[in-house]
């Protein structure tokens, strides 16, 4: 019995030694809590999510990686400072102390659909060990855009651990939280609305121009600030050019503006009318209340298939300063949305359509010419067609040309343009070459077009073209292309006196250290510089050459998919990255036109034309009307273009490496 009893003492005293020794353990809590900052919204809107940890003791902790929430984009995201705090209290004379260290990460995120969405555990790794939040459930409905759903209060005892605005659709109000039964406070919001109204006479505003223009909009003038999509046409039909506007209206003073994110405009074929470097503001009065007014963007879009299409948001962070009674007040950052807006796309209709409808939607007209009516046989030249008019002439096609007997025809190129105005035009020059004398006559083209405006197809044509073809030599042209070049003589072999090292009248010895120190610092300088580049270099050539590898198994993988779409918009955006190498930048921020200017004049000559060539191909591919499309790839398999696209790819990026190479 006294063996069993100091059995039982020893177990009892070992539980009570691990109890002690990880005391620590049990009491050292920590939390980690998820919210949100509202439950309900709309598509597009704003929702802030706060992951937080707690705990009395020190810790290590990254940002927790969200889980993919299918219908919910994540905008963006960032680590608030570490705040902590401690307490002292005395019980029965003894003090104790405590502690607790907090640390936040926010999250931006946006609903692009309706529905009950629910934001997944989250695991969040503390000190090498891993926490779970709950699962939060949200709600989205169109009826809660813009402040029409329920909001939750973040800031609690600490105060906001996050700059306002970071996810938030509300105004700071000077004024909330304040008595309004004290009669200062009563004269303060007056003032207050006085400003938001615009009253003259109040912290410096300029009087009421009666001549500002004056609109209703559905918007929340509440808000610092909003971006508001205005379009010319809600009904369209496929391939009718919608005219987007985005624009900032303001209250305040903006500081800053950073483009969160640009709309993907997914099904549709986007032209730039205008993308303004600087802000332009203009004064009008939205629902009652002033505000100043500036264009951001300016876009022509041309849906590519019946049915809707959708625009999505243009989402703006900005810092913000506005107006309160004492003046200008504090700035802070505001991330605001414009609202999709859902485009209405009629299919072109089948009553009137000719075999010469190429897809033209718009108002029309086609030219044939050429610079003379006189050629000699066996040399080449050139016929153009020009297609110009109101609309995208860059979705027009050359149709099928019967040729006259002789004429062989060598080489197509085209041009293409869009305009700020709406107007665009789209030529082709074909390079033939006449193998026999006499009489040609060049037929007639006929174009049909579609004329939204008439709801009805449209057709014109040329005149036909006679030409003479006069004797000329007998040989045919050379294989390229007919383009004569002038014979090389050959030079006699001169000679070149070899190089001797120049007599010096002073004795080497005097400088010998001087030289060798010069010599030494000039090495040592040239090698630093060289590391120098390559630590520049390895975050930018390489990313580039890996990038474009990325792309060319991402359309390869579009193709085996017969996701044509796909590999057009992938083959596009390929391009624009190498011709953006090519001259020299880093990033393909401007339209292709643009860009190849700065190429050098080697570069354009060895790449110019295939380029141009594949990037009209593939453009079409990605992003023309559905019957376009499939004329293009009928006329040009896709798989043939592929190869070609490899080998430019393949030449470009060789050649980029080699410069690179050569300049470290």
């Known amino acids: 019995m006294k063996k069993t009893g100091n059995k039982v003492a020893s177990v009892f005293l070992f539980l009570m030694l691990m109890v002690i020794l990880n005391s620590h353990t049990v009491f050292a809590a920590t939390q980690v809590t998820a919210t949100v900052d509202r439950d309900q919204m709309g598509i597009g809107d704003a929702v802030t999510l706060t992951v937080e940890v707690e705990s009395d003791e020190d810790f290590e902790g990254e940002m927790p990686k969200l889980p993919r929430i299918a219908g919910i984009e994540e905008i963006n995201s960032v680590m608030g400072g570490r705040q902590s705090s401690s307490s002292m209290s005395i019980i029965n004379g003894k003090a104790s102390y405590s502690k607790?260290?907090?640390?936040?990460?926010?999250?931006?995120l946006s609903p692009q659909k309706e529905g009950k969405f629910i934001i997944p555990v989250i695991d969040v790794p503390v000190n090498g060990k891993t926490y779970r939040t709950q699962p939060i459930t949200i709600e989205v409905k169109e009826e809660f855009r813009n402040g029409g759903g329920k909001k939750k209060n973040q800031a609690g005892a600490g105060g906001r651990r996050f700059p306002p605005g970071f996810g938030d659709d509300e105004?700071?109000?000077?004024?909330?939280?304040?008595?309004?039964?004290?009669?200062?406070?009563?004269?303060?919001?007056?003032?207050?609305?006085?400003?938001?109204?615009?009253?003259?006479?109040?912290?410096?505003?300029?009087?009421?121009?009666?001549?500002v223009p004056s609109k209703k909009l559905d918007v929340n003038t509440n808000d610092p600030f909003f971006i508001y999509l205005d379009v010319d046409k809600r009904e369209v039909y496929e391939g009718e050019q919608v005219t987007a506007?985005?624009?900032?209206?303001?209250?305040?003073?903006?500081?800053?503006?950073?483009?969160?994110?640009?709309?993907?405009?997914?099904?549709?074929?986007?032209?730039?009318?205008?993308?303004?470097?600087?802000?332009?503001?203009?004064?009008?009065?939205?629902?009652?209340?002033?505000?100043?007014?500036?264009?951001?963007?300016?876009?022509?879009?041309f849906p590519i298939k019946a049915g809707s299409a959708v625009i999505d948001e243009f989402r703006i962070k900005a810092k913000v300063r506005n107006l309160t009674q004492f003046g200008w007040g504090k700035s802070y950052d505001v991330t605001k949305a414009s609202r999709r807006t859902e485009i209405k796309v009629l299919p072109?209709?089948?009553?009137?359509?000719?075999?010469?409808?190429?897809?033209?939607?718009?108002?029309?007209?086609?030219?044939?010419?050429?610079?003379?009516?006189?050629?000699?046989?066996?040399?080449?030249?050139?016929?153009?067609?020009?297609?110009?008019?109101?609309?995208?002439?860059?979705?027009?096609?050359?149709?099928?040309i019967q040729w006259p007997e002789g004429l062989e025809v060598y080489d197509t190129k085209s041009e293409a343009k869009f305009y700020k105005e709406g107007n665009s035009f789209k030529e082709f020059e074909i390079?033939?070459?006449?193998?026999?004398?006499?009489?040609?006559?060049?037929?007639?083209?006929?174009?049909?077009?579609?004329?939204?405006?008439?709801?009805?197809?449209v057709s014109s044509a040329t005149d036909e073209i006679t030409l003479q073809i006069t004797e000329g030599t007998a040989a045919p042209p050379s294989q390229t292309g007919g383009i004569t070049t002038a014979p090389?003589?050959?030079?006699?072999?001169?000679?070149?006196?070899?190089?001797?090292?120049?007599?010096?009248?002073?004795?080497?010895?005097?400088?010998?250290?001087?030289?060798?120190?010069?010599?030494?610092?000039?090495?040592?300088?040239?090698?630093?510089?060289?590391?120098?580049?390559?630590?520049?270099?390895?975050?930018?050539?390489?990313?580039?050459?890996?990038?474009?590898?990325?792309?060319?198994?991402?359309?390869?993988?579009?193709?085996?998919?017969?996701?044509?779409?796909?590999a057009g918009s992938e083959a596009t955006n390929l391009l624009y990255l190498l011709v953006a190498n090519l001259a020299g930048k880093k990033k393909a921020d401007q339209e292709l036109h643009i860009l190849v200017k700065d190429m050098t004049s080697r570069d354009q000559q060895n790449y110019l034309e295939r380029i141009n060539a594949?990037?009209?191909?593939?453009?079409?591919?990605?992003?023309?009307?559905?019957?376009?499309?499939?004329?293009?790839?009928s006329r040009k398999p896709i798989d043939e273009q592929f190869k070609q696209l490899k080998v430019l790819t393949k030449e470009i990026v060789d050649n980029l490496r080699k410069e690179d190479k050569n300049n470290s």
């Open 171 to 211: 105004d700071e109000d000077p004024l909330q939280g304040r008595n309004p039964e004290d009669l200062f406070e009563q004269m303060l919001q007056q003032q207050q609305r006085m400003l938001r109204q615009g009253i003259p006479g109040i912290a410096g505003i300029p009087p009421v121009d009666n001549n």
């Open 348 to 400: 072109l209709p089948q009553e009137g359509r000719t075999t010469s409808f190429s897809g033209a939607v718009g108002t029309y007209k086609v030219t044939l010419r050429t610079d003379a009516t006189t050629y000699p046989a066996n040399q080449p030249f050139s016929i153009r067609v020009r297609y110009d008019g109101i609309g995208n002439a860059k979705l027009i096609d050359l149709p099928a």
């Open 100 to 108: 607790k260290i907090s640390q936040a990460y926010q999250y931006l």
């Open 614 to 633: 594949l990037f009209d191909y593939f453009q079409l591919l990605g992003f023309s009307p559905e019957e376009i499309m499939q004329n293009t790839l």
């Open 488 to 566: 090389q003589t050959e030079q006699a072999f001169v000679p070149q006196p070899i190089l001797q090292w120049p007599e010096f009248s002073v004795s080497f010895r005097e400088y010998r250290l001087p030289l060798y120190f010069g010599i030494f610092a000039f090495a040592l300088l040239v090698v630093i510089g060289v590391f120098v580049k390559q630590l520049r270099g390895l975050t930018s050539e390489s990313e580039v050459f890996a990038l474009a590898g990325i792309k060319l198994e991402k359309i390869e993988q579009s193709i085996s998919q017969k996701d044509v779409r796909k």
């Open 245 to 301: 506007n985005w624009y900032i209206y303001t209250k305040g003073n903006v500081e800053s503006l950073d483009r969160v994110k640009f709309p993907d405009l997914k099904g549709f074929w986007k032209e730039i009318i205008e993308e303004v470097p600087a802000l332009q503001f203009q004064e009008e009065i939205v629902n009652g209340v002033r505000y100043r007014k500036a264009l951001l963007a300016s876009h022509a879009l």
């Open 431 to 457: 390079l033939v070459i006449p193998r026999k004398m006499g009489e040609m006559k060049i037929p007639s083209l006929e174009l049909t077009y579609f004329d939204p405006a008439q709801k009805k197809y």
